[in-house]
Nanobody
Framework: QVQVAESGGGLVQAGGSLRLSCTASERTFNIYTMGWFRQAPGKEREFVARINWSGFSTMYADSVKGRFTISRDNAKNTVYLQMNGLRPEDTAVYYC????????????WGQGTLVTVSS
């Protein structure tokens, strides 16, 4: 299983920006479609965005479309999530995982990175 480590979270005011990173432990990461998910306090984990192996195909949840951008650097085994125009409702722990459609493929989640957006 590909192990991942998320980073880049923090506290930001509404309207601000953050860039999250997800670095994988294996080069095989480069052939996988990867996605970002988030879990807000008291809520189910939800799909945020995904990117195919080449980086040419992306998909976003309606709630983040136009504000978030997913990208990847296969040379660094890393997927990024650029988050602009952050809102208090974006507050959550963000995770990355292999993805098919909008479903995570692995039960092995990283520790996640906490994003807190203040109003």
């Amino acid at each position: 299983q590909v192990q991942v480590a998320e980073s880049g979270g923090g506290l930001v005011q509404a309207g601000g920006s953050l860039r999250l990173s997800c670095t994988a432990s294996e080069r095989t990461f480069n052939i996988y479609t990867m996605g970002w998910f988030r879990q807000a306090p008291g809520k189910e984990r939800e799909f945020v965005a995904r990117i195919n192996w080449s980086g040419f195909s992306t998909m976003y949840a309606d709630s983040v479309k136009g504000r978030f951008t997913i990208s990847r650097d296969n040379a660094k085994n890393t997927v990024y999530l650029q988050m602009n125009g952050l809102r208090p409702e974006d507050t959550a722990v963000y995770y990355c995982n292999r993805v098919s459609g909008v479903q995570a493929l692995s039960d092995a989640w990283g520790q996640g990175t906490l994003v807190t957006v203040s109003s």
